[in-house]
């Protein structure tokens, strides 16, 4: 799609794989927020900025994930504008290796990692240390802390247009990934309450359709959240490896993997399930025979 799309005055997005944010500055200027998934994306959010004469002064990402961040390199390279990024997430942003790193056990990463939705070039990044109020290429914005989907994970507040990030999905997003990535379940609970207590009176998630009816994506959210979590621990009826877990949930869920990418993506978010369930003290985890093995408490 070309071109920006209007929210309010001054409060644009670009629509896309990923939606990136661009919003006016009181100088004429604009702050941009996520930078999607390549330099194309940048291309593309530079292009919609000259079309409404808007320069821009800053960048900020929402979390570290290489979707969000892709366009950066090009952005910088051509404007030296500064990027912002929550605390943790921006030491990704200098090492992007990190992430199919931390996919693949910590271990040098599989080259079939080594792609677009996984990887991005590396961008400077100042710290935003915390949420709350922020003054930024003198436009006042809040940030909200929305962990969970990612280690760190910072939602921002303009106006009452809320760009969500990743701690919620569009609807039609959920359907076609029942299993959503997922680091900390608990934190991804709070974040979606977050969202809805925000007073904002339009949510852009960082994946699907914009929309105004924010309980009802909130309702969604959470609701997509508990079906897999159930999906999860129902596979640990029977005693379990975490790859046998992994594969009747997705059966369960109708979830196909065909690649390398999508196989450690889901087996992180069960990951994060399985964790989650045991300390709610559902389920348990046992060494035998060399196997990590997990059943119902
Ligand atoms: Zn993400």
């Given at each position: ?17 990923v ?15 996520d ?26 990402n929402?979390?570290?994930h290489?979707d969000h961040y ?228």
């Amino acid at each position: 799609m070309a071109g920006l799309t209007k929210i309010q005055h001054g409060i644009y997005y670009l629509a896309g794989g990923v939606n990136c944010g661009v919003v006016q500055t009181p100088d004429l200027g604009c702050l941009i927020i996520d930078t999607g998934n390549s330099e194309d994306s940048g291309k593309k959010l530079l292009k919609g900025c000259k079309e409404l004469n808007l320069e821009p002064r800053a960048i900020i990402n929402t979390h570290s994930h290489a979707d969000h961040y892709g366009g950066n390199a090009y952005l910088v390279e051509h404007l030296e504008i500064p990027v912002y990024a929550p605390i943790f997430e921006e030491s990704i942003l200098h090492y992007p290796l990190l992430e199919p790193m931390y996919l693949w056990s910590g271990a040098r990463a599989h080259r079939e990692l080594h792609n677009k939705f996984l990887l991005a070039s590396a961008s400077p990044a100042k710290v935003l240390n915390e949420p709350g109020k922020r003054k930024i290429a003198g436009l006042e914005l809040i940030l909200l802390e929305v962990a969970g989907h990612a280690h760190m994970q910072f939602a921002v507040q303009v106006e009452d247009v809320l760009f969500a990030a990743d701690a919620v999905f569009g609807e039609a997003i959920l359907e076609k990934h029942p299993l959503a990535f997922m680091v900390d379940i608990q934190n991804a609970k709070d974040a979606i309450e977050t969202i809805r207590h925000s007073k904002a009176n339009v949510v852009v998630p960082g994946h699907g359709q914009p929309t105004t009816n924010i309980n009802a994506l909130c309702d969604a959210n959470q609701a997509a959240l508990e079906r897999a979590s159930q999906a999860v621990l129902s596979a640990c009826s029977d005693v379990g490896t975490t790859p046998e877990i992994l594969e009747r949930v997705c059966a369960m869920l109708e979830i196909e993997m065909p690649d390398l990418t999508r196989y450690v993506l889901n087996q992180t978010a069960v990951l994060a399930h399985l964790t989650y369930l045991e300390e709610q003290g559902l389920i348990t985890h046992q060494i035998i025979r060399n196997k990590l093995i997990w059943q119902i408490h």
